[in-house]
């Protein structure tokens, strides 16, 4: 199961994290908003803010982390982001104290770390997991094979020592010799 989730979440995230934000361009921001990345880093302290197509202007926050993210040979640091409980919809970005390249991406890159953990998870149960099945197989055909050896042996008796007839009557017309 979580190799399925590492899987998918790895798949979901398809190594293309951003999209480039030329100025005056809007963004579609989902439930989990979205990040502001530049190629000049954090030198500074650059601002951005959000503006809705109903007008009203969210100030986007100083990330709480460095993130960086190659893409193309060119690294991008993000220098805002959304607060949780941001508004799904489309926004104009703008931001101030930063001339580079911006861009925007997911807000938090830990669906694709968790995906990536719950691969590496997945893989070592199913490892573990296949180990003691093979471990396990081993075992019952071990078992299987002393017990059908046991049970051959049976067939013809237990070696008995005693009498044939100790605590019964004999059979008509035979009789004990002692």
Known sequence: MLVIVGIVALVGHD???LRRLPAGSTVQAGSGGFGVYSSQGTGGRPACQATSTGGQRVALLAPS???????NGRTFTEIARTPDAFPAGRYTVSCTGTTGVLATGDRDFGAAALGIVALVIGAIVLVIAGTVLVVLILVLRIRNRRASTSVVGSLY??????PPYQDKQPPPGASFRS
């Open 15 to 17: 190594g293309r994290p």
């Open 65 to 71: 982390g460095v993130t960086s993210i190659t893409k």
């Open 157 to 162: 008796g237990p070696p008995d020592r005693s």
